[in-house]
Every structure is written in structure tokens, then in C-alpha cells.
């Protein structure tokens, strides 16, 4: 899996490339601990071009909301697929991430 | 009109039973023991004919049911009455002595007609058959309840008639010198010694026990007596075979449920398992019983109709309706589908409803009970589900394995919904989807730190 950093303005737009699971977590994690430590604690994820996410991607995107929420910051995603949509929505993690369609909308506001 | 299953009806039934009976035992026992149509007597026999006039009356306006429903037609009841039971009430409830009473010392060997004429009361038995029919249907009584009283019914009448008729055959011979009577030096006591012997030998002749200290002679007695014996001897298999199956139908759902708990036990006696695993299964079984008198609803469930089955499944299920959060959000259909597919589990104390590794296999919903989520090899504790919680969602819907394990506290109740139900529900219900999203925002705090914390069920 690949990520890739965007900065718009305050945010930071991390776009995650692949799948994001049990062999590829550990990054992600890593990368967006190095994020907030860095004082970066607004940041939009880009799902457009994550085919899979498993529970230890969930994991990863549970932990960082968690800790930005501490700090003040805030975690926000678009572009989910129908897949991982789905999971989202059944799961009821939706309304802890705040999930947007598009860059546009998940920048707004904040 | 009266319904056939009405208090009133039930109530009345109750009381001419009791008549019957009373009827049953006084007219015999005046033809043979008190022989004379005494004022008091007469007042007894006539009082009861009044209430049997009114069962006419209240029987020709009483509902039946036909091909399963209640016919409420005057018409076709009174109809019906007059071609099955009316003639025999009549003949059995109408006063034809009352015709006789001014020659009433008229008697036929020994025996005063206006009494012999009394006898065609005893047709009024017939009506218990009407009765406890009607009590064998009606679900408020245990039918294993209506075939003892049937039985002490049959067993107490016909002992009496013996008697009665053993006494009576002894007034045809002239209570003479040879008449069992006589020789049982009966003949100068009183009703009540000559009662109690006839009773005696009775008992004694149908219960098969045949003492001999009283024996017939006379052809009149011998001929009564093999007809006793024969009688007797037909009461005493009905009483045996009776009794055997009530004791096992008084409560069959007990002894069937018992029998099936001692034919595991038996199985496993052999198989040298665990103690506490034993105990277990042992504990699992008083508690089935204890909860829901060991019958399994699934069983009972599949032999009726859906609608009924929906009602039924909404009256056992209301507990877990009223707390599981899925179903205050589900309309009427998916109320409906949620609880056709829901399969009920029973789990002990200490047993495990999932387990770590596990593939998904549905949706738990914890409907009584507590508990616990543990994980890893020392089974670390995660916090408890109480009724209400479900879980198993997590797992189903990312397609992969627990990553704990969830064991029984208490005794709980958990309805399974399976992944291929869920699927299916998911696709032919576009509201499911929103219902769980709803219900799932409810607990999504507590899930998300279970998530951080590794734990996926």
C-alpha cells in the first residue's frame, strides 16, 4: 500500500493507495502517529483508490480518531466504495469518522 | 344461545356431573336397600328431574363446533339436539312414574314398580359422556384430570350397581332361608350393614380378590355373578390400563422431556466424560425445563400455520423485542422475517457462545443473561454483553475471524441471526441496512475502543 500527503491549508489530506490490512496497519499507523506528533491533527482521508480495508485497518482509522479527538483535531474520509461504505454504515463507525463523498464537502467547515 | 365454551356452561356441566352421579347412586340404591316410594325419597328423585328438564332446555341451546368452527344457528342446533341426544334425556329426565305413584304398592318380585320405572334415569350417564368431552376439549383442564375423574366415575357407579343389584337378587329369591342374604345372616339388620356387605362382596368379586366368604348359590345369583366376574374382570384391565397411562399423560410433556434428559444421560454414562462437563449438561437440562417446561420451541413451533407461528414467536420473543434495540426500529415486515429467522440458544454457565478464531456465522442478540468477552490465552477479560447487546456483526461483515471468545456468565437466552438469514434479510429488506445503521450508532463508542483493543466478533 502506498500513502500519499496532500496539505490544504490546515489539513492534511492523506490519500491511501491498496490494502489496508493486517500486513500494511502497521505503516498507516505509524504514519499517522508521525502526523499528529508533528501537529498535524486535521486530517481528511482519501478512500478513492483503498480497494479493502480489514479490522486492522479499522483499527488503525479507530485509534488516530481517538487520539486527534485528544488533541483537539478531528478525522474526516470521503470516497468510500459500496464495500467499505457498507461496513461503515453497518458497523455504525460512520458517525464516529464523519464520512463525506467528496474532497469538497470533507474540507468544508473545518 | 349459550357458547359452548362459556363459564356458564362449564360451571353448569359441573353441577349436572355432580346430579348424574347423585342420580346414579340413589336410585339404585332405593329399588334395592329402601324398597318403599317414600315422600322424601320422591322429593329427592323428583328435585333432581327439574334440574335435568333444564339441561334439556339449556342442550338444545348450547353451540358445537363443526369441521373446526362454532355453529351459532338456533336452527341447526336445536336440529341437531333432537336427532342425537334429545330422545335418550327425555326418556331418562321425563317422570313416567309419576304415572304409577297411585298404585304405588304395586311390585315385581318383591321390587315396587314405580322404583323399577325410576330406573330409566340411569340413562342420564350418558350425558357425562357429553360432559367430559366437552371438558377433554376445552384447554383450561388437563385431560390427564378428566380420565381419572371418568375412570373413579366408572369404577365408584358400577361398584354401586353390583351392589345394589347383588342385594336386590337376594329381595327376588324372597330374602328366603337359601338367599345369600339369609346366609350371611344380613337379613334382620339394618340398610346400612346390608349395604356395606353388598358393597363388600362387590369390591371383592370385581377387583377379581374373591374371598368366598359370601357366595352365590341360586341360579338367579349364580347367573348375576358371572356377569359380575365378567364385568369385573373387563374393569379391573380399564382400571390397570388407566391408571399405568395417566400417570405418565398426567404430565407427558414432563415424562417425555425426562425420558429423552435419562437416554443422554445413559449414552454418556458409558463414554467416561468429565465431571464438571456432566454437571453441565445436567445443569443445562434443569434449566431448559426450568425456563420453558422442556419443550423446544423450534419443534413446536414448525407444526403450525406462519400467522400463528408469528404471534406465537412475538409473545415468546416480547422480552427480547422490548430490549434489543433492532427491533424498536424494524417495521411491522421485518419485524416478521427478523423473528422467522432468529433461532434461539440456550447457554450455561461457563459455556461459550463464539469462540476466538472462529469464522463468523451470524448475528448474536443477548435477549437474558450476562455475558463476557474475553481473548487471548489468558482469556483476558474485554467487559460483559447484557440483555440487549448483540454482536458477531463485525466479523460477519469484514468476512474475518474473532479475535475473542464470548462465554456465558449466567444462565442466558441468545437469538442467532444467521449470516445466510442476514444476507438475505439485507437483500430483500432496503430497510434492514438503516436499521442497523441506527441501532449500531447506539453502541459504536463502546465497539470502537473493543476495535482499538484488537477485539473483532
Redesign the interface.
Known amino acids: 500500500m502506498e500513502i500519499h500527503d496532500r496539505v490544504a491549508g490546515e489539513v492534511t489530506i492523506v490519500q491511501l493507495d491498496g490494502n489496508l490490512d493486517t500486513n500494511t496497519a502497521p505503516d498507516a499507523q505509524a504514519h499517522f502517529d508521525g502526523l499528529a506528533d508533528g501537529g498535524h491533527t486535521l486530517i481528511v482521508v482519501d478512500f478513492g483508490t483503498l480497494n479493502y480495508i480489514s479490522s486492522a485497518g479499522l483499527r488503525v482509522l479507530l485509534a488516530t480518531a481517538k487520539k486527534l479527538k485528544g488533541m483537539g483535531g478531528q478525522l474526516r474520509m470521503f470516497g468510500l466504495n459500496d464495500t467499505v461504505h457498507e461496513v461503515f454504515e453497518i458497523s455504525g463507525f460512520s458517525t464516529i469518522f464523519s464520512v463525506f463523498a467528496t474532497e469538497a464537502e470533507a474540507l468544508e467547515g473545518f | 344461545m349459550i357458547p359452548e365454551e362459556s363459564p356458564f356452561r362449564a360451571r353448569w356441566d359441573l353441577l349436572i356431573a355432580i346430579l348424574v352421579v347423585v342420580t346414579g347412586l340413589v336410585i339404585p340404591f332405593q329399588v334395592a336397600f329402601v324398597r318403599g316410594v317414600g315422600v322424601w325419597g320422591s322429593i329427592l328423585v323428583y328435585g333432581l328431574d327439574l334440574f335435568f328438564l333444564l339441561d334439556i332446555r339449556f342442550n338444545s341451546r348450547t353451540t358445537f363446533r363443526e369441521h373446526g368452527l362454532e355453529v351459532r344457528d338456533p336452527k341447526r342446533i336445536a336440529r341437531r339436539y333432537r336427532r342425537g341426544m334429545l330422545p335418550w334425556d327425555l326418556l331418562s329426565t321425563v317422570p313416567f312414574d309419576l304415572l304409577l305413584l297411585p298404585w304405588a304398592h304395586l311390585a315385581l318380585g318383591g321390587l315396587p314398580v314405580v322404583l323399577l320405572l325410576r330406573l330409566l334415569r340411569l340413562g342420564r350417564v350418558i350425558r357425562l359422556q357429553v360432559i367430559l368431552r366437552r371438558w377433554q376439549r376445552s384447554r383450561s383442564t388437563n385431560t390427564g384430570y378428566v380420565r381419572i375423574t371418568r375412570l373413579l366415575m366408572v369404577v365408584f357407579l358400577l361398584v354401586h350397581w353390583v351392589a345394589c343389584g347383588w342385594f336386590a337378587i337376594a329381595v327376588v329369591e324372597g330374602l328366603s332361608a337359601d338367599s345369600w342374604v339369609a346366609r350371611a345372616g344380613l337379613a334382620d339388620l339394618g340398610i346400612g350393614q346390608q349395604y356395606l356387605r353388598s358393597v363388600y362382596w362387590s369390591f371383592v368379586t370385581t377387583t377379581t380378590v374373591g374371598y368366598g366368604d359370601i357366595v352365590p348359590i341360586g341360579t338367579l345369583e349364580t347367573a348375576f355373578a358371572i356377569v359380575v366376574m365378567v364385568v369385573g374382570a373387563s374393569m379391573y384391565a380399564l382400571i390397570i390400563g388407566s391408571v399405568a397411562s395417566l400417570v405418565s399423560s398426567i404430565d407427558s410433556s414432563k415424562t417425555a422431556f425426562w425420558n429423552r434428559v435419562e437416554g443422554v444421560n445413559q449414552y454418556l454414562r458409558g463414554r467416561d466424560l468429565p465431571p464438571d462437563l456432566t454437571e453441565q449438561i445436567q445443569n443445562y437440562y434443569d434449566y431448559i425445563w426450568d425456563r420453558y417446561r422442556g419443550v423446544s420451541a423450534p419443534a413446536l413451533l414448525k407444526d403450525l400455520p406462519e400467522p400463528i407461528r408469528l404471534e406465537v414467536l412475538f409473545h415468546l420473543t416480547k422480552e427480547l423485542i422490548e430490549k434489543v434495540p433492532l427491533f424498536r426500529h424494524t417495521g411491522p415486515a421485518l419485524r416478521n422475517a427478523l423473528l422467522m429467522a432468529l433461532e434461539p440458544q440456550v447457554h450455561v454457565p461457563g459455556s461459550y457462545v463464539v469462540r476466538e478464531g472462529e469464522r463468523a456465522n451470524g448475528i448474536y442478540f443477548v435477549s437474558r443473561g450476562t455475558l463476557e468477552i474475553t481473548a487471548g490465552p489468558q482469556s483476558t477479560s474485554h467487559g460483559t454483553l447484557e440483555p440487549g447487546a448483540y454482536f458477531g ?3 460477519l ?2 468476512g ?1 475471524r474473532r ?1 475473542a471468545s464470548v462465554r456465558a456468565l449466567s444462565y442466558s437466552d441468545v437469538f442467532l441471526l444467521p449470516a445466510r438469514e442476514f444476507d438475505r434479510l439485507k437483500s430483500e429488506y432496503e430497510e434492514f ?1 438503516e436499521v ?2 441506527v ?7 463502546k ?2 475502543e473493543l ?2 483493543e ?1 477485539v ?1 466478533l
Open positions: 456483526d463485525l466479523s461483515l469484514l474475518e479475535t441496512k442497523l445503521k441501532i449500531s450508532s447506539e453502541k459504536t463508542e465497539m470502537a476495535v482499538i484488537g473483532i
